[in-house]
């Protein structure tokens, strides 16, 4: 059967579904514990296995960057120096992407999974057999949603829920170059604020059973 791949807005309810077909299915879930698995099959210390993705990534700019090397004790800033590490936060940043990239790869080969996030809309687009899922909703819904769930005033939630896609969507376009919500990239996309999240994983369930997936030309 396919892989599924499901790209979600912060607070659109990505993992409670993908949790829900996975169930209705008999899937495998695609979360840290499955990439440490993964990864140790296909020749990756469990320790190597970062699950560097958009759910942890963090947009910083120089400034930011300077001021936490400030707080450190560095006093004298240059060019040659900053550059040097700039570099090789970068390396290491994209070494990470390689990693996460590598095991996703291999858990393609597995089918029967469901992966949420890590640019798996990327990853897997040229791939046959393989149904690309994207859940959005209204902010003020998101928002609820996170303020309800992680028990946060409406506001704290609200900004929760920008930073979140804004560094979810800088994620993709470094390291992937794609524009999260193009709609090309996926075959269903689905607003959550009008459906309830069991409705949306049936629907995604039927789109399973009922498209016929085919390999890119």
């Known amino acids: 059967m396919p892989v599924i791949t499901i ?27 499955l990439m440490v698995k993964v990864a140790s099959e296909v020749g990756l210390a469990p320790g190597e296995a970062h699950d560097f993705s958009e759910d942890n990534y963090r947009v910083r700019n120089f400034l930011d960057r300077m001021f936490d090397r400030r707080r450190l004790g560095a006093e004298v800033w240059d060019a040659e120096s900053w550059d040097a590490r700039s570099t090789a936060e970068t390396l290491d940043e994209e070494q990470c992407v390689k990693l996460v990239r590598d095991t996703i790869l291999a858990a393609y080969s597995h089918d029967n999974v469901i992966i949420v996030g890590r640019g798996g809309q990327a990853i897997l687009k040229e791939k046959p057999g393989v149904l690309h899922v994207r859940l959005f909703a209204p902010q003020g819904a998101r928002a609820l949603r996170v303020k309800d769930r992680e028990n946060l005033p409406l506001g704290e939630a609200a900004d929760l829920v920008l930073r979140k896609d804004q560094a979810a969507s800088a994620y993709l376009k470094r390291f992937y170059d794609i524009e999260w919500d193009n709609s090309l990239l996926y075959h269903l996309m689905v607003n959550t604020g009008k459906w309830e999240l069991e409705d949306v994983a049936q629907l995604i369930v039927n789109a399973l059973m009922r498209l016929k997936i085919i390999p890119s030309k």
């Open 7 to 33: 790209s979600r807005e912060y607070g659109s309810g990505g993992t409670e579904v993908a949790q829900r077909v996975a169930s209705m299915l008999g899937y495998t879930y695609f979360d840290k514990n």
